[in-house]
């Protein structure tokens, strides 16, 4: 069965689509098969953190019914698969962002997770994003501004009444002028599934074109979202180290 899960954020500049990547490519070092698409069709940037800004066909060409999901599909070497967008304007006046909810009946029994990268904030777009997944991941950092843009996405998604798998709070920098994480957790309702602390590493791995979770999978953001994956997954992060040594580096 295929999971749908979509990640968004009340907020810009949060670190969501960081965040859905080193997911997917997380999930799939656990032995998952993973498919990333870029729900961001305003602003979409997974082809860009990848290295792969244009593709000769994307997700615009399947929501206009040129071509089918599977033709949009490119795998990374990680063995992650990512659906990305176009950056073309030309190309956005001509899709309906509404017609997102039909890739999930493409891509069901395609992968074990698909992971949505939602536009960010609380427009239309990204209201059609997390109707596309059956679950919702809420990312924000610990600044009270970002945190109570979730809290709106939190209320616009109980009113659609999907179900919230809980939150992820990245670029934690551990000093006294950011939210302690008890009092989002208190402020949201919702458990926390991890931190992600400030490392330098994420925005080497960007210059790189990269996932940090491939670029630097020791790093203290790549083991946190590790950890966060293997919840999501309802495995050990132990069983990512029991993996044999070959294929832990094939799956990176």
Aim: net charge positive.
């Amino acid at each position: 069965m295929t999971r749908f899960i979509t990640v968004t954020s009340g907020k810009g500049g949060v670190g969501k689509t960081t965040t859905t990547i080193n997911l997917g490519f997380a999930l799939n070092s656990f032995g998952k098969d993973v498919v990333v698409v870029d729900a961001n069709l305003t602003t979409p940037n997974v082809g860009l953190h990848l290295g792969a800004p244009i593709v000769p066909i994307n997700l615009n060409h399947v929501l206009t019914g040129k071509v089918k999901v599977a033709d949009a599909i490119y795998e990374h070497d990680s063995g992650t698969k990512i659906i990305p967008s176009s950056l073309s304007v030309k190309e956005l006046k001509k899709i309906h962002h509404g017609k997102l909810k039909d890739i999930t009946k493409k891509l069901r029994r395609t992968a074990d997770y698909v992971l949505f990268d939602s536009a960010a904030g609380l427009g239309e777009e990204a209201v059609d994003s997390m109707h596309a997944g059956d679950e919702l991941i809420i990312v924000t950092n610990a600044e009270i501004t970002a945190v109570t843009d979730a809290l709106r996405t939190v209320k616009i998604a109980e009113e659609m009444g999907k179900e919230i798998r809980g939150v992820i709070v990245t670029k934690v920098r551990g000093d006294k002028s950011e939210m302690p994480i008890v009092n989002i957790k208190d402020m949201l309702g919702l458990p926390i599934l991890g931190v992600v602390p400030e490392d330098d590493q994420v925005r080497i791995a960007l210059t790189k074109k990269n996932a940090v979770m491939s670029f630097a999978p020791h790093s203290k953001a790549a083991r946190s979202y590790r950890k966060i994956a293997a919840r999501i997954a309802g495995v050990s992060v132990d069983d990512y180290y029991r993996r044999p040594l070959l294929m832990r580096v094939f799956s990176r």
